[in-house]
């Protein structure tokens, strides 16, 4: 024989409970008094007055109620009960946008290869400068083809320094790169030419001497700011290298 379906009506419901209630007091499950009342019961986000019952510290709801407030539905089958409530929308969280990427960072970075190539090339300068300085304060022979293989050196590393250019940093940092270069160089021919003019005595009688003038000083502030410039990963901008 088929199971009939049954949709009791809310008064039928409501005595069902009631003398189920009383059969437990009957029974003397239940020794407190027992006081229903209504609360604000939420379901699925959704909000509805509902009739509420506590025996022995749990709390029992009318499940018309529920279904009701939760939009869903009961069904009756046999001694079986189905509550079918629909799913609730889960409100998602707002997409995190990502910060917009600091354009003027990203074009002031350094690449790896570069740093290193350049941190070399200002070696090469310094070595260069260094030997001719000493050799001029110490009265040794400077010649054209002995100043010639130091400027080829450093030339050298200033090129390897642009073939690693990579970003647009890179390519800023490389034209002060090539700026000490030039600087070093006619520094370096001056002191040749005064050399072969015999014009050095001047910067051996102090040893501050050569170190004091305009554009050796120029020379060693733009190199001390390359290598901290490049140390630093990032390009900046420096009037001694100009």
Known sequence: ???VHIHPTRERQRDQ??????????????AA?????????????KAGDATVVQISGRTYVDIENLARIGDGSLGFKGDQITLTLPCSVVSKSPAVTPPEPNHAVARA??????MVAGIE???QMREWASTMAYAIQNSYGVTEAWAADYRERAANSVRLASSAASTEGDRNALQ???NEFENVKVWSDKLVE??????TAKYSTSPNALRDEPLSQKIINCGRFLGTMLGSAEFKDDRSCH
């Open 1 to 3: 024989m088929n199971d």
């Open 17 to 30: 409970a009631l003398v189920f209630l009383m059969l437990l007091l009957c029974c003397g499950v239940i």
């Open 33 to 45: 008094q027992i006081k229903p009342e209504t609360k604000s019961l939420v379901v699925n986000g």
């Open 109 to 114: 970075s350094l690449s790896q290869s570069f």
């Open 121 to 123: 090339a200002i070696a």
């Open 176 to 178: 002060l790169l090539m």
């Open 194 to 199: 005064a050399k072969k003019s015999m014009d």
